[in-house]
Protein backbone atom coordinates (compact mmCIF):
# COMPACT_ATOMS: atom_id res chain seq x y z
CA UNK A 1 0.00 0.00 0.00
CA UNK A 2 1.09 3.41 -1.23
CA UNK A 3 1.39 6.24 2.03
CA UNK A 4 -1.01 8.09 -0.09
CA UNK A 5 -3.42 5.19 0.19
CA UNK A 6 -2.94 4.63 3.58
CA UNK A 7 -3.47 8.20 4.25
CA UNK A 8 -6.97 8.24 2.49
CA UNK A 9 -10.05 9.17 4.37
CA UNK A 10 -12.28 6.65 3.76
CA UNK A 11 -15.01 8.04 6.41
CA UNK A 12 -15.59 11.16 8.34
CA UNK A 13 -18.14 11.85 11.11
CA UNK A 14 -19.02 14.49 13.41
CA UNK A 15 -20.91 14.02 16.70
CA UNK A 16 -21.50 16.50 19.31
CA UNK A 17 -21.94 15.67 22.98
CA UNK A 18 -22.95 18.20 25.43
CA UNK A 19 -21.60 18.75 28.98
CA UNK A 20 -23.98 17.38 32.22
CA UNK A 21 -26.63 15.13 29.73
CA UNK A 22 -26.11 12.51 32.00
CA UNK A 23 -29.32 11.26 30.18
CA UNK A 24 -27.77 10.97 26.94
CA UNK A 25 -24.26 10.17 27.99
CA UNK A 26 -22.81 7.05 26.07
CA UNK A 27 -24.93 7.68 23.03
CA UNK A 28 -22.00 8.99 20.85
CA UNK A 29 -19.70 5.83 21.69
CA UNK A 30 -22.34 3.96 20.45
CA UNK A 31 -23.37 5.22 17.36
CA UNK A 32 -19.53 4.96 16.69
CA UNK A 33 -19.39 1.61 17.42
CA UNK A 34 -22.34 0.70 15.76
CA UNK A 35 -20.76 2.40 12.55
CA UNK A 36 -17.74 0.26 13.24
CA UNK A 37 -19.37 -3.11 13.60
CA UNK A 38 -21.54 -2.88 10.28
CA UNK A 39 -18.70 -1.73 8.41
CA UNK A 40 -16.83 -4.97 9.52
CA UNK A 41 -14.21 -3.66 11.55
CA UNK A 42 -12.26 -6.30 13.96
CA UNK A 43 -13.94 -7.47 17.27
CA UNK A 44 -11.07 -6.71 19.27
CA UNK A 45 -10.60 -3.04 17.95
CA UNK A 46 -14.28 -2.23 18.41
CA UNK A 47 -14.00 -3.68 21.82
CA UNK A 48 -10.81 -0.78 22.43
CA UNK A 49 -12.43 1.76 20.54
CA UNK A 50 -16.01 1.38 22.75
CA UNK A 51 -14.33 1.75 25.93
CA UNK A 52 -12.25 4.85 24.54
CA UNK A 53 -14.79 6.61 23.62
CA UNK A 54 -17.13 5.87 26.22
CA UNK A 55 -14.62 7.23 29.03
CA UNK A 56 -14.24 9.80 26.69
CA UNK A 57 -17.29 10.69 26.46
CA UNK A 58 -18.10 10.65 30.36
CA UNK A 59 -15.06 13.03 30.59
CA UNK A 60 -17.33 15.52 28.80
CA UNK A 61 -20.25 15.04 30.10
CA UNK A 62 -18.74 15.17 33.39
CA UNK A 63 -16.42 18.25 33.00
CA UNK A 64 -16.42 20.18 29.99
CA UNK A 65 -19.40 22.63 28.66
CA UNK A 66 -19.42 20.48 25.00
CA UNK A 67 -17.59 18.81 22.71
CA UNK A 68 -16.91 17.85 19.15
CA UNK A 69 -16.26 14.11 18.37
CA UNK A 70 -14.41 13.62 15.09
CA UNK A 71 -14.31 10.10 14.03
CA UNK A 72 -12.17 9.66 10.86
CA UNK A 73 -11.29 6.47 9.43
CA UNK A 74 -8.48 5.57 6.98
CA UNK A 75 -7.59 1.17 5.53
CA UNK A 76 -5.24 1.36 8.91
CA UNK A 77 -6.44 3.41 11.73
CA UNK A 78 -9.24 4.86 13.07
CA UNK A 79 -8.56 8.41 14.52
CA UNK A 80 -10.80 10.05 16.95
CA UNK A 81 -10.50 14.03 17.61
CA UNK A 82 -12.66 15.25 20.71
CA UNK A 83 -12.87 19.39 21.23
CA UNK A 84 -14.29 20.51 24.30
CA UNK A 85 -14.97 23.91 25.43
CA UNK A 86 -14.82 23.64 29.23
CA UNK A 87 -12.25 24.16 32.56
CA UNK A 88 -9.57 22.53 30.78
CA UNK A 89 -6.96 19.98 32.35
CA UNK A 90 -4.06 21.98 34.80
CA UNK A 91 -1.54 18.73 34.61
CA UNK A 92 -1.95 16.31 31.83
CA UNK A 93 0.69 13.73 33.80
CA UNK A 94 -1.07 14.26 36.64
CA UNK A 95 -4.41 13.19 35.18
CA UNK A 96 -2.79 10.27 33.83
CA UNK A 97 -2.14 8.66 36.70
CA UNK A 98 -4.99 5.89 38.17
CA UNK A 99 -6.88 7.18 41.17
CA UNK A 100 -6.06 10.91 40.64
CA UNK A 101 -9.51 12.59 40.09
CA UNK A 102 -10.90 15.86 40.39
CA UNK A 103 -14.23 14.62 40.23
CA UNK A 104 -17.25 16.97 42.29
CA UNK A 105 -19.17 14.53 45.19
CA UNK A 106 -21.91 14.70 43.04
CA UNK A 107 -20.57 13.04 40.28
CA UNK A 108 -18.92 10.47 42.44
CA UNK A 109 -21.86 9.42 43.83
CA UNK A 110 -23.56 8.89 40.23
CA UNK A 111 -19.94 6.12 40.21
CA UNK A 112 -17.88 7.88 37.67
CA UNK A 113 -14.69 9.92 38.80
CA UNK A 114 -12.80 7.47 39.95
CA UNK A 115 -9.74 8.38 38.04
CA UNK A 116 -10.04 5.68 35.74
CA UNK A 117 -10.56 7.55 32.93
CA UNK A 118 -7.56 8.50 31.10
CA UNK A 119 -5.79 5.86 32.55
CA UNK A 120 -8.41 3.42 30.96
CA UNK A 121 -8.39 5.53 27.66
CA UNK A 122 -4.52 4.64 27.33
CA UNK A 123 -4.77 1.34 27.69
CA UNK A 124 -7.19 1.20 25.09
CA UNK A 125 -6.01 3.33 22.15
CA UNK A 126 -2.35 2.76 20.09
CA UNK A 127 -2.04 6.39 20.47
CA UNK A 128 -3.19 9.07 22.81
CA UNK A 129 -2.36 12.81 22.58
CA UNK A 130 -3.92 15.51 25.20
CA UNK A 131 -3.23 18.99 24.96
CA UNK A 132 -5.57 21.36 26.67
CA UNK A 133 -5.55 25.04 27.61
CA UNK A 134 -6.67 26.21 31.22
CA UNK A 135 -10.21 27.67 30.89
CA UNK A 136 -10.85 27.12 27.24
CA UNK A 137 -10.72 23.54 26.61
CA UNK A 138 -9.35 20.10 25.79
CA UNK A 139 -8.11 18.27 23.00
CA UNK A 140 -7.55 14.47 23.11
CA UNK A 141 -6.47 12.89 19.96
CA UNK A 142 -6.67 8.88 20.06
CA UNK A 143 -5.41 6.53 17.32
CA UNK A 144 -6.51 2.97 17.16
CA UNK A 145 -4.95 1.19 14.49
CA UNK A 146 -7.31 -1.41 12.49
CA UNK B 1 -30.19 -28.70 8.99
CA UNK B 2 -29.54 -25.32 8.02
CA UNK B 3 -27.21 -23.17 9.73
CA UNK B 4 -30.07 -20.83 10.94
CA UNK B 5 -33.13 -22.95 12.41
CA UNK B 6 -36.37 -21.20 13.57
CA UNK B 7 -38.85 -22.10 15.41
CA UNK B 8 -41.22 -19.32 14.53
CA UNK B 9 -43.26 -19.08 11.05
CA UNK B 10 -46.17 -17.34 9.52
CA UNK B 11 -48.97 -18.38 8.61
CA UNK B 12 -49.54 -16.57 5.12
CA UNK B 13 -53.34 -17.53 5.12
CA UNK B 14 -53.75 -16.06 8.30
CA UNK B 15 -51.39 -13.24 8.27
CA UNK B 16 -53.23 -9.74 6.83
CA UNK B 17 -49.85 -7.38 6.76
CA UNK B 18 -50.63 -5.15 9.45
CA UNK B 19 -46.73 -4.71 10.55
CA UNK B 20 -47.65 -5.32 14.56
CA UNK B 21 -44.91 -7.91 14.32
CA UNK B 22 -42.89 -5.58 12.53
CA UNK B 23 -42.85 -2.66 14.54
CA UNK B 24 -42.37 -4.60 17.63
CA UNK B 25 -39.17 -6.89 16.63
CA UNK B 26 -36.20 -6.42 18.45
CA UNK B 27 -33.73 -6.78 16.18
CA UNK B 28 -35.24 -5.68 13.02
CA UNK B 29 -35.96 -9.32 11.36
CA UNK B 30 -39.10 -8.60 9.78
CA UNK B 31 -40.43 -7.45 6.65
CA UNK B 32 -43.85 -6.48 4.76
CA UNK B 33 -43.74 -8.35 1.37
CA UNK B 34 -46.31 -8.19 -0.95
CA UNK B 35 -49.05 -8.25 2.25
CA UNK B 36 -47.30 -10.39 4.18
CA UNK B 37 -44.56 -11.06 6.70
CA UNK B 38 -41.70 -12.16 5.89
CA UNK B 39 -39.11 -13.26 8.82
CA UNK B 40 -35.39 -12.47 7.68
CA UNK B 41 -33.60 -15.72 9.10
CA UNK B 42 -29.97 -13.85 10.19
CA UNK B 43 -31.83 -11.33 12.00
CA UNK B 44 -34.31 -13.83 14.08
CA UNK B 45 -33.93 -14.59 17.22
CA UNK B 46 -36.57 -16.58 18.15
CA UNK B 47 -37.74 -14.42 21.05
CA UNK B 48 -41.90 -14.83 19.71
CA UNK B 49 -42.10 -10.82 20.70
CA UNK B 50 -44.02 -11.21 17.36
CA UNK B 51 -46.85 -13.62 18.26
CA UNK B 52 -47.14 -11.82 21.19
CA UNK B 53 -49.10 -8.76 19.33
CA UNK B 54 -49.74 -10.51 15.92
CA UNK B 55 -54.07 -9.74 15.82
CA UNK B 56 -54.70 -12.17 13.50
CA UNK B 57 -52.51 -14.98 15.60
CA UNK B 58 -50.78 -15.87 12.07
CA UNK B 59 -47.18 -16.06 13.69
CA UNK B 60 -46.91 -19.69 15.41
CA UNK B 61 -43.88 -21.16 16.85
CA UNK B 62 -42.70 -24.85 15.37
CA UNK B 63 -43.52 -26.77 18.09
CA UNK B 64 -44.95 -30.40 17.83
CA UNK B 65 -47.95 -31.66 17.99
CA UNK B 66 -49.94 -33.90 21.48
CA UNK B 67 -50.20 -36.39 18.58
CA UNK B 68 -47.16 -36.91 17.50
CA UNK B 69 -45.85 -38.66 21.00
CA UNK B 70 -47.52 -41.64 19.62
CA UNK B 71 -44.28 -42.23 17.47
CA UNK B 72 -42.09 -43.11 20.54
CA UNK B 73 -42.96 -46.46 22.85
CA UNK B 74 -42.13 -44.06 25.73
CA UNK B 75 -42.86 -40.72 26.46
CA UNK B 76 -41.23 -38.67 29.20
CA UNK B 77 -43.40 -35.13 30.05
CA UNK B 78 -39.98 -32.55 31.18
CA UNK B 79 -42.11 -29.58 31.94
CA UNK B 80 -40.49 -26.23 31.84
CA UNK B 81 -40.52 -24.41 35.78
CA UNK B 82 -42.54 -22.28 34.51
CA UNK B 83 -45.34 -24.26 34.16
CA UNK B 84 -45.55 -24.21 37.85
CA UNK B 85 -46.93 -20.80 37.76
CA UNK B 86 -49.76 -21.10 35.49
CA UNK B 87 -52.96 -22.92 37.24
CA UNK B 88 -54.20 -21.38 40.47
CA UNK B 89 -52.40 -20.87 43.15
CA UNK B 90 -53.56 -24.30 45.79
CA UNK B 91 -52.93 -26.71 42.27
CA UNK B 92 -49.15 -28.10 43.64
CA UNK B 93 -46.21 -29.01 41.15
CA UNK B 94 -47.26 -32.48 42.10
CA UNK B 95 -50.62 -31.97 40.55
CA UNK B 96 -49.44 -30.76 37.60
CA UNK B 97 -47.15 -33.72 36.98
CA UNK B 98 -49.96 -35.99 37.76
CA UNK B 99 -52.13 -34.46 35.05
CA UNK B 100 -49.10 -34.92 32.47
CA UNK B 101 -48.87 -38.41 33.35
CA UNK B 102 -52.68 -38.13 32.79
CA UNK B 103 -52.29 -37.37 29.54
CA UNK B 104 -50.15 -39.27 26.91
CA UNK B 105 -46.75 -39.17 28.21
CA UNK B 106 -46.10 -42.60 29.93
CA UNK B 107 -44.02 -39.96 32.50
CA UNK B 108 -43.73 -36.68 33.88
CA UNK B 109 -40.14 -35.65 34.90
CA UNK B 110 -39.34 -33.87 38.20
CA UNK B 111 -38.06 -30.78 36.79
CA UNK B 112 -37.18 -29.33 40.13
CA UNK B 113 -34.64 -32.13 40.41
CA UNK B 114 -32.91 -30.98 37.15
CA UNK B 115 -33.26 -27.39 38.71
CA UNK B 116 -31.57 -28.76 42.78
CA UNK B 117 -28.44 -29.80 40.48
CA UNK B 118 -27.84 -26.90 38.17
CA UNK B 119 -28.20 -24.86 40.88
CA UNK B 120 -25.59 -26.41 43.17
CA UNK B 121 -23.06 -26.92 40.12
CA UNK B 122 -23.58 -23.29 38.88
CA UNK B 123 -23.13 -22.20 42.46
CA UNK B 124 -19.93 -24.05 42.68
CA UNK B 125 -19.13 -22.97 39.00
CA UNK B 126 -19.54 -19.08 40.25
CA UNK B 127 -17.50 -19.77 43.51
CA UNK B 128 -14.24 -20.96 41.33
CA UNK B 129 -14.87 -18.24 38.64
CA UNK B 130 -12.74 -15.16 38.73
CA UNK B 131 -12.47 -13.57 35.20
CA UNK B 132 -13.45 -9.86 34.87
CA UNK B 133 -15.82 -10.34 32.54
CA UNK B 134 -19.01 -11.43 33.63
CA UNK B 135 -20.64 -15.12 33.19
CA UNK B 136 -23.57 -14.66 30.79
CA UNK B 137 -26.50 -17.35 31.71
CA UNK B 138 -27.38 -19.22 28.98
CA UNK B 139 -30.60 -20.59 30.14
CA UNK B 140 -32.65 -18.50 27.51
CA UNK B 141 -31.31 -19.80 23.97
CA UNK B 142 -32.73 -16.12 22.56
CA UNK B 143 -30.10 -14.46 24.45
CA UNK B 144 -27.76 -17.10 23.15
CA UNK B 145 -28.53 -16.19 19.61
CA UNK B 146 -28.81 -12.03 20.34
CA UNK B 147 -25.34 -12.58 21.11
CA UNK B 148 -24.68 -14.57 18.04
CA UNK B 149 -25.75 -12.37 15.86
CA UNK B 150 -24.97 -9.02 17.33
CA UNK B 151 -23.08 -9.19 20.51
CA UNK B 152 -20.09 -12.27 19.28
CA UNK B 153 -17.76 -10.76 21.38
CA UNK B 154 -19.20 -12.16 24.78
CA UNK B 155 -19.44 -16.05 22.68
CA UNK B 156 -16.90 -16.61 25.03
CA UNK B 157 -18.58 -15.23 28.35
CA UNK B 158 -21.24 -17.85 27.82
CA UNK B 159 -21.75 -20.26 31.03
CA UNK B 160 -21.09 -23.55 29.42
CA UNK B 161 -23.25 -25.76 31.47
CA UNK B 162 -26.42 -27.58 30.45
CA UNK B 163 -29.79 -26.55 31.56
CA UNK B 164 -31.99 -28.14 33.84
CA UNK B 165 -34.27 -29.24 30.64
CA UNK B 166 -30.73 -30.85 28.71
CA UNK B 167 -30.14 -32.70 32.15
CA UNK B 168 -34.08 -34.17 32.13
CA UNK B 169 -33.72 -34.73 28.75
CA UNK B 170 -30.46 -37.13 28.60
CA UNK B 171 -31.65 -38.73 31.74
CA UNK B 172 -33.67 -40.53 29.32
CA UNK B 173 -31.12 -42.91 28.34
CA UNK B 174 -31.09 -44.51 31.64
CA UNK B 175 -34.69 -45.04 31.49
CA UNK B 176 -34.27 -46.61 27.99
CA UNK B 177 -31.66 -48.89 29.85
CA UNK B 178 -34.27 -49.39 32.65
CA UNK B 179 -37.05 -50.35 30.16
CA UNK B 180 -34.58 -52.41 27.57
CA UNK B 181 -35.43 -50.45 24.61
CA UNK B 182 -33.36 -48.20 22.14
CA UNK B 183 -33.09 -44.64 23.95
CA UNK B 184 -34.38 -43.02 20.40
CA UNK B 185 -37.77 -45.01 21.16
CA UNK B 186 -37.97 -42.89 24.22
CA UNK B 187 -39.15 -39.32 23.88
CA UNK B 188 -38.11 -36.87 25.86
CA UNK B 189 -40.59 -33.53 25.45
CA UNK B 190 -40.02 -30.76 26.49
CA UNK B 191 -43.22 -28.32 28.05
CA UNK B 192 -42.61 -25.11 26.56
CA UNK B 193 -43.40 -21.34 27.24
CA UNK B 194 -41.20 -20.13 24.20
CA UNK B 195 -40.50 -21.24 20.66
CA UNK B 196 -37.21 -20.50 21.47
CA UNK B 197 -36.84 -23.22 23.41
CA UNK B 198 -37.90 -25.38 20.57
CA UNK B 199 -35.13 -23.94 18.61
CA UNK B 200 -33.07 -24.94 21.15
CA UNK B 201 -33.89 -28.70 21.10
CA UNK B 202 -32.58 -28.67 17.28
CA UNK B 203 -29.80 -26.37 17.51
CA UNK B 204 -28.58 -27.23 21.17
CA UNK B 205 -25.64 -24.92 23.05
CA UNK B 206 -23.71 -27.85 23.93
CA UNK B 207 -24.18 -30.64 21.85
CA UNK B 208 -24.76 -31.56 17.90
CA UNK B 209 -26.95 -34.42 19.42
CA UNK B 210 -29.68 -33.03 20.48
CA UNK B 211 -31.05 -34.30 24.37
CA UNK B 212 -34.41 -33.46 23.53
CA UNK B 213 -36.51 -34.97 21.23
CA UNK B 214 -39.60 -31.85 21.09
CA UNK B 215 -41.20 -29.23 22.65
CA UNK B 216 -45.05 -28.83 23.25
CA UNK B 217 -45.91 -25.57 23.88
CA UNK B 218 -47.84 -24.76 26.71
CA UNK B 219 -50.62 -23.14 25.52
CA UNK B 220 -51.23 -26.05 23.21
CA UNK B 221 -51.68 -28.37 26.56
CA UNK B 222 -53.23 -25.69 28.40
CA UNK B 223 -56.85 -27.24 28.22
CA UNK B 224 -56.04 -30.75 28.16
CA UNK B 225 -53.91 -30.30 31.14
CA UNK B 226 -56.41 -28.39 33.13
CA UNK B 227 -58.86 -31.44 32.45
CA UNK B 228 -56.57 -33.89 33.52
CA UNK B 229 -55.12 -32.06 36.84
CA UNK B 230 -56.82 -33.87 39.72
CA UNK B 231 -58.92 -36.65 37.70
CA UNK B 232 -56.09 -39.32 38.94
CA UNK B 233 -57.00 -42.15 40.95
CA UNK B 234 -54.56 -42.43 42.74
CA UNK B 235 -52.04 -39.23 42.84
CA UNK B 236 -48.32 -40.45 42.96
CA UNK B 237 -45.41 -38.74 44.53
CA UNK B 238 -43.56 -37.78 41.31
CA UNK B 239 -42.80 -34.23 42.77
CA UNK B 240 -39.97 -35.10 45.52
CA UNK B 241 -37.93 -32.10 44.92
CA UNK B 242 -37.66 -28.40 46.85
CA UNK B 243 -37.29 -25.10 45.82
CA UNK B 244 -34.02 -24.82 45.11
CA UNK B 245 -33.29 -23.47 41.73
CA UNK B 246 -37.33 -23.57 40.60
CA UNK B 247 -37.13 -19.48 40.78
CA UNK B 248 -35.32 -19.74 37.34
CA UNK B 249 -38.56 -19.04 35.89
CA UNK B 250 -38.72 -15.79 36.69
CA UNK B 251 -35.96 -13.08 35.99
CA UNK B 252 -33.65 -13.13 39.18
CA UNK B 253 -35.57 -15.92 40.55
CA UNK B 254 -32.77 -18.77 41.80
CA UNK B 255 -29.62 -15.52 42.20
CA UNK B 256 -30.38 -15.74 45.79
CA UNK B 257 -30.19 -19.69 45.74
CA UNK B 258 -26.41 -19.25 43.63
CA UNK B 259 -25.09 -17.04 46.70
CA UNK B 260 -23.01 -14.70 44.63
CA UNK B 261 -21.98 -11.36 45.08
CA UNK B 262 -22.80 -8.62 42.06
CA UNK B 263 -25.33 -11.10 40.25
CA UNK B 264 -27.78 -9.26 37.96
CA UNK B 265 -31.14 -10.36 36.23
CA UNK B 266 -32.35 -8.37 32.91
CA UNK B 267 -35.61 -9.10 31.23
CA UNK B 268 -36.80 -8.13 27.76
CA UNK B 269 -34.52 -8.08 24.68
CA UNK B 270 -34.40 -4.39 24.21
CA UNK B 271 -33.56 -4.42 28.05
CA UNK B 272 -30.83 -6.88 27.32
CA UNK B 273 -29.26 -5.08 24.52
CA UNK B 274 -29.06 -1.70 26.28
CA UNK B 275 -27.09 -3.85 29.35
CA UNK B 276 -24.80 -5.64 26.59
CA UNK B 277 -24.35 -2.01 24.53
CA UNK B 278 -23.13 -0.64 28.12
CA UNK B 279 -21.13 -3.93 29.03
CA UNK B 280 -19.12 -3.67 25.23
CA UNK B 281 -18.27 -0.03 27.11
CA UNK B 282 -17.13 -0.80 30.24
CA UNK B 283 -19.66 1.05 31.59
CA UNK B 284 -20.74 -2.46 33.78
CA UNK B 285 -18.42 -3.17 35.97
CA UNK B 286 -17.76 -5.78 39.15
CA UNK B 287 -20.89 -7.91 37.94
CA UNK B 288 -20.23 -11.97 38.53
CA UNK B 289 -23.18 -13.02 36.88
CA UNK B 290 -25.31 -12.07 34.27
CA UNK B 291 -29.08 -13.49 33.86
CA UNK B 292 -30.51 -12.45 30.56
CA UNK B 293 -34.07 -12.73 29.30
CA UNK B 294 -35.71 -12.19 26.34
CA UNK B 295 -39.43 -12.25 27.56
CA UNK B 296 -40.28 -9.32 29.99
CA UNK B 297 -41.20 -11.61 33.11
CA UNK B 298 -38.83 -14.22 32.19
CA UNK B 299 -39.71 -17.51 31.39
CA UNK B 300 -43.70 -17.42 33.03
CA UNK B 301 -43.41 -14.40 30.31
CA UNK B 302 -43.09 -16.22 27.48
CA UNK B 303 -45.16 -15.86 24.40
CA UNK B 304 -46.95 -19.85 24.53
CA UNK B 305 -47.22 -19.61 28.61
CA UNK B 306 -51.30 -18.74 29.30
CA UNK B 307 -51.28 -17.49 32.79
CA UNK B 308 -51.48 -13.55 33.41
CA UNK B 309 -47.03 -13.47 34.02
CA UNK B 310 -47.26 -11.43 37.51
CA UNK B 311 -50.12 -13.52 39.01
CA UNK B 312 -47.77 -16.33 37.62
CA UNK B 313 -44.66 -14.91 39.10
CA UNK B 314 -46.46 -14.80 42.38
CA UNK B 315 -47.31 -18.54 42.30
CA UNK B 316 -43.39 -19.30 41.70
CA UNK B 317 -42.59 -16.99 44.26
CA UNK B 318 -45.39 -18.67 46.60
CA UNK B 319 -44.42 -22.36 45.34
CA UNK B 320 -40.75 -21.67 46.70
CA UNK B 321 -41.49 -20.66 50.15
CA UNK B 322 -43.65 -22.99 50.50
CA UNK B 323 -40.97 -25.58 49.02
CA UNK B 324 -38.04 -24.31 50.94
CA UNK B 325 -34.85 -24.32 49.46
CA UNK B 326 -32.73 -27.34 51.67
CA UNK B 327 -31.63 -29.74 48.57
CA UNK B 328 -34.01 -32.98 48.86
CA UNK B 329 -31.76 -34.73 46.18
CA UNK B 330 -29.21 -37.01 47.83
CA UNK B 331 -25.31 -36.05 46.27
CA UNK B 332 -25.58 -39.68 44.46
CA UNK B 333 -28.67 -38.50 42.70
CA UNK B 334 -26.92 -34.97 41.96
CA UNK B 335 -23.02 -36.87 41.36
CA UNK B 336 -25.08 -38.83 38.79
CA UNK B 337 -26.60 -36.06 37.02
CA UNK B 338 -23.75 -33.51 37.06
CA UNK B 339 -22.24 -35.84 34.13
CA UNK B 340 -25.27 -34.22 31.91
CA UNK B 341 -23.91 -30.38 32.74
CA UNK B 342 -21.03 -30.72 31.42
CA UNK B 343 -20.60 -28.76 28.13
CA UNK B 344 -18.77 -27.38 25.54
CA UNK B 345 -20.30 -24.47 23.77
CA UNK B 346 -20.37 -25.55 20.20
CA UNK B 347 -22.50 -22.51 18.72
CA UNK B 348 -20.71 -20.64 16.20
CA UNK B 349 -20.82 -16.65 16.22
CA UNK B 350 -23.12 -15.44 13.18
CA UNK B 351 -22.64 -11.85 13.38
CA UNK B 352 -24.45 -9.76 11.37
CA UNK B 353 -22.76 -9.62 8.05
CA UNK B 354 -20.88 -6.24 7.50
CA UNK B 355 -22.39 -3.81 5.03
CA UNK B 356 -20.20 -4.20 2.66
CA UNK B 357 -17.58 -7.33 0.84
CA UNK B 358 -14.48 -5.65 2.88
CA UNK B 359 -13.96 -2.13 4.99
CA UNK B 360 -13.54 -0.18 1.74
CA UNK B 361 -17.24 -1.37 0.16
CA UNK B 362 -18.91 -0.67 3.41
CA UNK B 363 -17.97 2.64 3.94
CA UNK B 364 -18.82 3.26 0.73
CA UNK B 365 -22.65 1.65 0.95
CA UNK B 366 -22.43 2.94 4.44
CA UNK B 367 -22.62 6.84 2.69
CA UNK B 368 -24.60 5.40 0.07
CA UNK B 369 -27.56 3.98 2.67
CA UNK B 370 -27.11 7.37 5.01
CA UNK B 371 -27.78 9.62 1.92
CA UNK B 372 -30.80 7.41 1.26
CA UNK B 373 -32.04 7.98 4.70
CA UNK B 374 -31.55 11.62 4.81
CA UNK B 375 -33.79 12.21 1.38
CA UNK B 376 -36.05 10.40 3.05
CA UNK B 377 -39.08 11.59 5.17
CA UNK B 378 -37.63 9.71 8.18
CA UNK B 379 -40.89 9.01 10.04
CA UNK B 380 -40.53 5.34 9.84
CA UNK B 381 -44.01 4.82 8.57
CA UNK B 382 -43.35 1.26 7.84
CA UNK B 383 -45.40 1.41 4.45
CA UNK B 384 -42.32 0.37 2.37
CA UNK B 385 -42.73 -2.96 4.25
CA UNK B 386 -39.24 -1.75 6.92
CA UNK B 387 -39.76 -0.97 10.36
CA UNK B 388 -37.77 2.29 9.74
CA UNK B 389 -36.23 4.56 6.92
CA UNK B 390 -32.78 3.48 7.61
CA UNK B 391 -33.75 -0.61 7.74
CA UNK B 392 -35.37 0.79 4.58
CA UNK B 393 -32.57 2.07 3.16
CA UNK B 394 -30.16 -0.67 3.57
CA UNK B 395 -32.79 -2.68 1.81
CA UNK B 396 -32.31 -0.80 -1.36
CA UNK B 397 -28.54 -0.70 -1.19
CA UNK B 398 -28.79 -4.21 -0.69
CA UNK B 399 -31.37 -4.84 -3.49
CA UNK B 400 -34.02 -5.92 -0.98
CA UNK B 401 -36.25 -2.90 -1.93
CA UNK B 402 -36.48 -0.04 -4.29
CA UNK B 403 -36.29 3.56 -3.37
CA UNK B 404 -39.92 4.04 -5.23
CA UNK B 405 -41.30 1.46 -2.02
CA UNK B 406 -41.09 4.62 -0.31
CA UNK B 407 -44.33 5.87 -0.43
CA UNK B 408 -43.21 9.60 0.29
CA UNK B 409 -40.82 8.86 -2.69
CA UNK B 410 -43.48 7.45 -5.03
CA UNK B 411 -45.91 10.81 -4.68
CA UNK B 412 -42.68 12.91 -5.46
CA UNK B 413 -41.91 10.88 -8.62
CA UNK B 414 -46.00 11.27 -9.40
CA UNK B 415 -45.40 15.13 -8.93
CA UNK B 416 -42.55 14.69 -11.28
CA UNK B 417 -44.01 12.89 -13.61
CA UNK B 418 -47.39 15.64 -13.65
CA UNK B 419 -44.91 18.33 -13.90
CA UNK B 420 -43.89 16.56 -17.04
CA UNK B 421 -46.68 15.90 -18.36
CA UNK B 422 -47.77 20.02 -18.44
CA UNK B 423 -44.80 20.70 -20.02
CA UNK B 424 -46.23 18.60 -22.57
CA UNK B 425 -49.71 19.70 -22.48
CA UNK B 426 -48.48 22.92 -22.85
CA UNK B 427 -47.13 22.77 -26.16
CA UNK B 428 -49.37 23.73 -28.46
CA UNK B 429 -49.85 22.23 -31.62
CA UNK B 430 -47.66 24.20 -34.72
CA UNK B 431 -50.80 25.58 -36.87
CA UNK B 432 -51.73 27.82 -33.83
CA UNK B 433 -48.18 28.33 -32.10
CA UNK B 434 -47.25 32.21 -32.23
CA UNK B 435 -44.03 32.75 -33.08
CA UNK B 436 -41.13 32.56 -30.93
CA UNK B 437 -43.57 31.49 -28.32
CA UNK B 438 -44.68 27.82 -26.68
CA UNK B 439 -41.90 26.00 -28.00
CA UNK B 440 -41.35 23.45 -25.82
Known amino acids: MTEQTQNKTLLEQDFTVEGGDFIHAGEVSSKIKTILKEIGIKQEVIRRTAIATYEAEMNVVCYADRAKFHLAITPDQLKIVIKDEGQGVKDIDLAMQEGYSTATDAIREMGFGAGMGLPNIKKNVDNLDITSVVGEGTRVEMVILT | ?440
Open chain 2, 1 to 440: MSEYYHAIEVDSEKCSGSMHCMRVCPTEAIRIREGKALILEDRCIDCGDCIRVCPKRAIRSITGAYEDLSKYKYTIAIPSPSLYGQYGMSITPNQILNGLKGLAFNEAYDIGKACEVYTTVLKEYLHNYSDSKPLISTLCPSIVRLIQIKFPAFMSSLLSLEAPRGIAGSDKINKAKELGIDPKEVGAIYITPCPAKMMAVNQPLCKSDPNLDGALAISDIYGLLFSSIGKQKSMEELHVSSGLGIGMAIPGGFITDLEVENAMAVDGVKNVMQVLDDLEHGKINNIKYLELWACPNGCVGGPLAVENPYLAKIKVTKLIQSLGKEKKINDEEVNRLREYLSCDVELPAYPLKPLGRDTVDAIKKLKERESIVESLPKIDCGACGAPTCRAFAADVIQERAEILDCVFKLKDKVVESIQYAQSWARRTPLSSRKQGKDKN
